[in-house]
T-cell receptor, first 114, second 110 residues
């Protein structure tokens, strides 16, 4: 069974802390994505990666960075957490085969910044 | 980039009735249109998808229709059941990524 696993379901962090959200996929997918989900705003793309050590900014990259040192792992980093980064964070992966393929999502990490 | 709009934002239906959610997209180069269902506390899961060379696709009680000329596609759920209550997202592909609509909360009333 295909799987995208996010390291935490719930996280509570303090303002100013450096936060790492980890995501691992076991499908040998080339593409990996980080979204945040907020009520009424849907899924907004933060960063994505087409290959190891490669990253591209999405629609809302400010305040975030990412790391992809291995094909199966994609990390989202909040350099200095702020309360407006309280949100649900979703990781996804997809194959590059063909023009447009299914994205598989993790279960999400609900981050609260206090 | 691609802009995907989804209507309505919420939808309540009586159990057994049909539900229809509509999406429009802006980039005529988009050629892959998936629909995702998100249940409470879970990540979105693909329920059906359609490619631009097809006008309609059906899988049991769910179907998707695509009108490329008008740049809109719709999700149809027939004989709705309580387990269909969820948030549904449409998406359109562009540049090897997906652009998502804002989601639709479907509530099936028993």
């Amino acid at each position: 069974d295909v799987k995208v696993t996010q390291s935490s379901r719930y996280l509570v962090k303090r303002t100013g802390e450096k936060v790492f959200l980890e995501c691992v996929q076991d499908m040998d997918h080339e593409n990996m994505f980080w979204y945040r989900q907020d009520p009424g705003l849907g899924l907004r793309l933060i960063y994505f990666s087409y290959d190891v050590k490669m990253k591209e900014k999405g629609d809302i990259p400010e305040g975030y960075s990412v790391s992809r040192e291995k094909k199966e792992r994609f990390s989202l980093i909040l350099e200095s957490a702020s309360t407006n980064q309280t949100s649900m964070y979703l990781c996804a992966s997809s194959s590059q085969q063909g023009a447009g393929t299914e994205a598989f999502f993790g279960q999400g990490t609900r981050l609260t910044v206090v | 980039g691609e802009n995907v709009e989804q209507h309505p934002s919420t939808l309540s239906v009586q159990e057994g009735d049909s539900a229809v959610i509509k999406c429009t997209y802006s980039d005529s180069a988009s050629n892959y249109f998936p629909w995702y269902k998100q249940e409470l506390g879970k990540g979105p899961q693909l329920i059906i998808d359609i490619r631009s060379n097809v006008g309609e696709k059906k899988d049991q009680r769910i179907a998707v229709t695509l009108n490329k000329t008008a740049k809109h596609f719709s999700l149809h759920i027939t004989e709705t059941q309580p387990e269909d209550s969820a948030v549904y997202f449409c998406a359109a592909s562009f540049n090897n990524r997906l652009a998502f609509g804002k989601g639709n909360q479907v509530v099936v009333i028993p």
